[in-house]
């Protein structure tokens, strides 16, 4: 592939933009290849070169790059009726009562622009309902660019994972591994009347995929009731993508205090949504005393892509057609990687997939594994050697995933997430040949 026009303007780029991206994820080795628009399943970059998209946007574009009819009508209309108001509109209130009505934890919601936002408000509120200021999250999960959640460490051992985080942040974060019932009861047991709140993804969707073990969800609902304190469950990728309309706590039954959401809820557009109970998320001002407040929220344009979306995957068959594409990658990578890479993980559910690069974990051919992706299972033969939390998942050969594996599917134009930890997803657009058409680059990259 020829990609001169993607290296000149990384080449631009670099002198006007930070590292040459507006994003670090997507600074990819030895520079990234510039999109020039979306085709269906495809991207094209600026030198023709044309993907099998996998990354979709990381998460949000369940319909691929082209939108279902009704969705560009009502994108094209409250466009042209004007950018924006700084007033309500009736679009936002028809997004959130959809919502209300098919998210188990949700009775009332804020619209806000981004999952970061989402989680910052979030927190603000637990600690603002509850009078306290600790945060538990989970060590390896991800809660957007924010102070309170961007710690690392040991529970009394914290400190900021970036430059720039006062040290006093991390001091009211407490970090704990994800599937370890036992850690999460010692910090209860210890600070268990100090706790605002447990934040956590229901699924680790930006570690590599890591799924809940049996009865790890229920604990920490169990546990959070007890001691008064919040569960939120962070649905920034899950959410409409796991468990269709109902989330991810639908699919696992588990109903959280509050939700945090962002990607689809806002169809593609700049989104994210703080849900819950009535009686914590009007905390929020005006009608309680928590700050929140933003000049863009509920943007109509954005509300109005968001309510076709999820309408048209309410009306049709958008899930069943994702979920068993996203089966049968699942399915077709694991039997490539049990003949040519025994010892690597394939992750994920729904019309998420990913493949861990584990270093161990080879089993006798006919052993009773999971053979559509990991699902946590006691009685599966690789049960000790599939990643159960964030640290399993930054021990395997991340180098290789970035350095090596996505610039094979590359040059053979399959475009996947970057690197180890980002999640890949299946969208409407795409088809059983375009399945048919990864699996043979997957065996020649593995």
């Known amino acids: 592939m020829n990609h001169d026009e993607s290296r000149a303007l990384y080449d631009r780029a670099l002198s006007v933009l930070p590292g040459g991206v507006n994003s670090s994820v997507r600074a990819t080795r030895p520079y990234p290849f510039f999109i020039e628009r979306g085709d269906g399943a495809h991207v094209v970059d600026a030198d023709g070169n044309r993907y099998l998209d996998y990354v979709m946007g990381y998460g949000p574009l369940l319909y691929g790059h082209d939108m279902p009819d009704p969705v560009r009508a009502a994108v094209q209309s409250h466009a042209a009726d004007g950018p924006m108001y700084g007033a309500p509109t009736e679009i936002e209130v028809d997004l959130a009562e959809f919502v209300a009505r098919h998210v188990p934890s949700v009775e009332m919601i804020r ?61 009211h974060t407490i970090p704990v591994p994800f599937n370890d019932a036992a850690a999460i009861e010692r910090v209860f047991e210890a600070h268990g009347d100090e706790i605002a709140a447990v934040m956590t993804e229901p699924i680790l969707a930006n570690t590599g995929i890591v799924l809940p073990v049996d009865g790890y969800l229920e604990r920490l609902r169990e546990l959070t009731a007890a001691h008064d304190s919040l569960l939120i469950f962070d649905e920034v990728i899950t959410g409409f993508r796991v468990g269709g309309l109902q989330c991810a706590q639908g699919k696992f039954g588990v109903t959280p205090d509050v939700t945090t959401f962002g990607k689809i809820v806002g169809g593609g557009f700049p989104v994210g949504a703080i849900g819950g109970r009535s009686e914590i998320i009007e905390h929020f001002t005006p009608a309680g005393d928590v700050f929140q407040s933003g000049t863009f929220s509920g943007h109509p344009v954005t509300m109005a892509a968001g309510y076709e979306s999820l309408k048209y995957a309410a009306e049709n068959d958008v899930y069943e057609h994702v979920n068993r594409l996203g089966e049968r990658l699942r399915r077709g990578i694991a039997e490539i990687a049990a003949d040519q890479a025994p010892d690597y993980t394939v992750v994920g559910t729904d019309s998420m997939f990913k493949t861990t690069f584990t270093r161990e974990g080879a089993v006798a051919d006919d052993a009773d594994v999971c053979d559509a992706g990991c699902r946590q299972r006691e009685s599966c033969a690789r049960y000790e050697h599939c990643p159960k939390t964030g640290a399993d998942v930054a021990d395997a050969e991340t180098e290789r995933w970035e350095r090596i594996f996505w610039q094979e599917m590359k040059a053979q134009g399959i475009f996947l997430t ?29």
């Open 418 to 446: 970057a690197n180890q930890f980002e999640s890949q997803f299946v969208s409407y657009a795409h088809t059983d040949e375009d399945v048919e058409e990864t699996l043979e680059a997957y065996k020649a990259a593995l």
């Open 111 to 171: 619209f806000v622009n981004s999952g970061t936002e989402a989680t910052v408000s979030a927190v603000r509120l637990a600690r603002g309902y509850t009078g306290r200021d600790k945060i538990v999250v989970m060590q390896g999960g991800y809660h957007g660019a924010q102070e309170s959640t961007l710690v690392e460490g040991e529970p009394g051992h914290t400190e900021p994972s970036t430059p720039g985080i006062p040290s006093s942040f991390a001091e």
